[in-house]
C-alpha cells in the first residue's frame, strides 16, 4: 500500500517542483532586466521554507481520514507572481483583457462607465487609483489595460512611463486596491557607427539610436559644425551610449551619450562625457578642450544660407558691395540665438539694418543681428544675455527682399567671415581637472572596445524572400 508521504512526494515531484523549477530558472536568468538584488534570498529563502515545511508536517505513518489534497492545500508556497519587476506573469495570457485611451476632455471614472464598469465599482476603482496617481496627471493617448475573469473585472493595469506600472486589483471581498510597481532596467552601452547616406537623424536612427541621443550628438557638435551646409555623404560618424533594455532586449529607454566621433570636411572632432570637481557635465576633446565654443557659427536653426560672406551683387541696390555677414532665410518669427554670452551695445533701428542688435562679448568679437521683426522681452541696451537665449525673431526691416536674418561676427573692430567661427578652440579643462579626466577618458575607451556595435536589419530582397517560402 502506498503512505500519504510517498503519494505526497510524488505529488510535490509531477505538480510542485516542475512549475516552480520554471520559476525559478527565470528568477535567475532574466539579464535584461535588473532584480531588486536585496529581494533575491528572499526568494529562494521563501522556496526553501517551503519545501521544508513540506516533510515536517507530514505524519510518518498514513492518519486516518488522510487526503493528500488537504495537506498539499496548506503548505503551497505563496509567490507573488504579479510582481511585475519579475516578469513571470503575463495578465494577458491569463484572462480577457481590454485597452481604453483616454480621448481629450476624458477623466477615469466617466471612460469606465461607458466600457460597462458599473457607476459605484468605477467610483471605487477611480478613488483607490487616485491614492497612488493623481488623476489631474492622465493626458490624452494614454491608455488603461483592463483584466477580467470571466465577466468579472479582477485587475487594472496602467503604465505613466516605462519604469513604472500602478495596478488596481480586486480583492476578494469585493473591494479595490492598489500598489505602485517600479521595473528598474539593466543599464548597458551601445554603439552605432557608419557613415552618412541620407543625414544624420535617418542614418543613425535606422541603426538604433534613439531621438535623445541624436538630440544629444546635435547638441554637441552644434557650436562648430553647420548641420545644412558642412555634411557631405561620406561623412562618419559615431555614437556611444547607454540604453535600458526590456526583458526581450528591446531598447526601452536612453540614457546618457558618452562619447562621440564625427568628420564633417575630413576633419575628426572627437568628444568624451566628463563631469568635473564641481559636479559640472560637459563633453571634452582628448586635450580637455570642451566641444561648446564662446561663439555659435550659426545662431538660427531650421534657416537655409541664402547669401554667403564676401562679394555679391546687391539685390536692391543692384551694384557688386561687399556682403559683410551671412544671410539666413526663415519664416518670419523664427526665434534668433545669441551666439555667445555678452552684453548688449545697441539695440534699435539701425537704418538699413532695421531692427538690429549688436552683442559685445569677450577677446575683442562682437556679433550683430539684423532685419529682425521684433525684439524679444527684456533685451536691450546694457542687458547681458547668455549663449542660446533669445534675443529676437526673424523679419524683414530695413532694406529687404524678404525674411531673413543678416549676421555679423566683428573682431578688433573688423568684419570677419562668421564661418571662421568653427575654428576657434572651446575652453579647456582647468590642469587640475586633467589626471581625473584622462582616468575617465581611457574607462569609456575600455568600454567602448567591448561594446556591441547596433547594426541594420539585413534587407530581403523579393527573389531571397519567395526562394525562402
Keep these: 500500500m502506498v503512505s500519504v508521504r510517498d503519494k505526497a512526494k510524488s505529488f510535490v515531484d509531477n505538480h510542485v517542483m516542475p512549475p516552480l523549477k520554471i520559476r525559478f530558472e527565470a528568477f535567475m536568468s532574466m539579464n535584461n532586466t535588473r532584480i531588486y538584488q536585496d529581494k533575491r534570498f528572499k526568494f529562494l529563502g521563501t522556496c526553501i521554507a517551503a519545501a521544508i515545511g513540506l516533510f515536517l508536517v507530514l505524519p510518518d505513518s498514513e492518519p486516518a481520514q488522510a487526503e493528500p489534497e488537504m495537506v498539499l492545500a496548506t503548505i503551497a508556497p505563496t509567490i507573488d507572481l504579479t510582481r511585475d519587476d519579475l516578469y513571470l506573469v503575463d495578465h494577458a495570457a491569463q484572462s480577457t483583457a481590454k485597452t481604453l485611451t483616454l480621448k481629450s476632455g476624458d477623466s477615469l471614472g466617466p471612460l469606465l462607465q461607458k466600457n460597462g464598469i458599473e457607476p459605484n465599482q468605477a467610483y471605487q476603482i477611480t478613488k483607490t487609483f487616485s491614492d497612488i496617481y493623481d488623476p489631474r496627471k492622465l493626458k490624452a493617448g494614454q491608455s488603461f489595460h483592463l483584466y477580467y475573469d470571466g465577466n468579472v473585472l479582477s485587475h487594472m493595469s496602467y503604465k505613466p512611463n516605462v519604469e513604472r506600472t500602478v495596478y488596481v486589483s480586486r480583492e476578494d471581498d469585493g473591494s479595490f486596491s492598489a500598489k505602485d510597481v517600479t521595473a528598474e532596467f539593466k543599464m548597458e552601452t551601445v554603439r552605432v557607427k557608419a557613415s552618412i547616406e541620407n543625414s544624420i537623424y ?29 555634411i557631405q555623404p561620406g561623412d562618419e560618424f559615431e555614437m556611444f551610449f547607454e540604453v535600458a533594455k526590456d526583458n526581450k532586449g528591446n531598447i526601452v529607454k536612453s540614457g546618457d551619450l558618452l562619447y562621440t566621433s564625427f568628420s564633417p570636411r575630413g576633419k575628426t572632432l572627437d568628444y568624451y562625457l566628463y563631469t568635473d570637481s564641481k559636479g559640472r557635465e560637459n563633453f571634452y576633446d582628448a586635450k580637455g578642450k570642451t566641444a561648446k565654443r564662446k561663439l555659435r557659427a550659426t545662431p538660427i536653426n531650421g534657416a537655409r544660407l541664402s547669401s554667403s560672406y564676401g562679394k555679391r551683387r546687391h539685390p536692391i541696390l543692384g551694384y557688386r558691395k561687399m556682403h559683410t555677414g551671412v544671410d539666413f532665410a526663415a519664416r518670419r518669427g523664427t526665434p534668433i540665438m545669441a551666439a555667445g554670452s555678452g552684453t548688449v551695445e545697441f539695440a534699435g533701428r539701425n537704418g538699413g539694418y532695421g531692427n538690429y542688435i549688436r552683442i559685445r562679448h569677450t577677446d575683442g568679437y562682437k556679433t550683430a543681428y539684423a532685419h529682425m521683426s521684433k525684439f524679444a522681452n527684456g533685451v536691450r541696451k546694457g542687458k547681458y544675455v547668455k549663449q542660446d537665449q533669445i534675443i529676437g525673431y526673424v523679419g524683414s526691416t530695413g532694406r529687404s527682399t524678404g525674411p531673413h536674418l543678416h549676421y555679423e561676427v566683428h573682431h578688433k573692430g573688423k568684419k570677419i567671415n562668421p564661418r571662421r567661427l568653427s575654428q576657434l578652440s572651446g575652453k579647456p579643462l582647468q590642469k587640475s581637472e586633467m589626471p581625473a579626466f584622462e582616468k575617465r577618458r581611457k574607462a569609456i575607451d575600455a568600454m567602448k572596445s567591448t561594446a556591441p556595435l547596433l547594426q541594420k536589419e539585413p534587407i530581403l530582397s523579393a527573389d531571397l524572400t519567395e526562394s525562402l517560402d
Design 202 to 230: 535617418l542614418d543613425a536612427n535606422s541603426l538604433g539610436a534613439p531621438d535623445r541621443v541624436i538630440q544629444q550628438f546635435a547638441n554637441i557638435y552644434e557650436y562648430s559644425v553647420d548641420f545644412q551646409r558642412d
